[in-house]
């Protein structure tokens, strides 16, 4: 059974950092392309960076040059550092895997979900 469990959310000023993180359950992560996303209040879900089997990643232009994914194989866990944050960037961030899509940030590719962690931006 797959399982991501989300973590190092929480509340910044503006400009400030945080580095998420997704532990994965049930499979290793350096099979699945992995992404991470994120939901505002009133708004779709919306595709932040992912990053394929071999390790090739891809950026929203939003966030591109603040923050960077990566993923440890050794501990099955993917990362999201977050810098130079924005109140913008306030929303839910979920993780998500797939065992079939190459990279990408559609949504609607990804088969497995965690339950998200709160990221809060403050000006």
């Known amino acids: 059974q797959v399982q991501l469990v989300e973590s190092g959310g929480g509340s910044v000023q503006a400009g400030g950092s945080l580095r998420l993180s997704c532990a994965a359950s049930?499979?290793?992560?350096?099979?699945?392309?992995m992404g991470w996303f994120r939901q505002a209040p009133g708004k779709e879900r919306e595709g932040v960076a992912g990053i394929g089997r071999g390790g090739s990643t891809t950026y929203a232009n939003a966030v591109k040059c603040r923050f960077t994914i990566s993923k440890d194989n050794a501990k099955n866990t993917l990362y999201l550092q977050m810098n130079s944050l924005k109140p913008e960037d306030t929303a839910m961030y979920y993780c998500a895997a797939d065992p079939v899509l190459r990279i990408g940030l559609d949504p609607g590719s990804y088969r497995y979900w965690g339950q998200g962690t709160q990221v809060t931006v403050s000006s």
């Open positions: 049930g499979y290793p992560v350096s099979n699945y392309a």
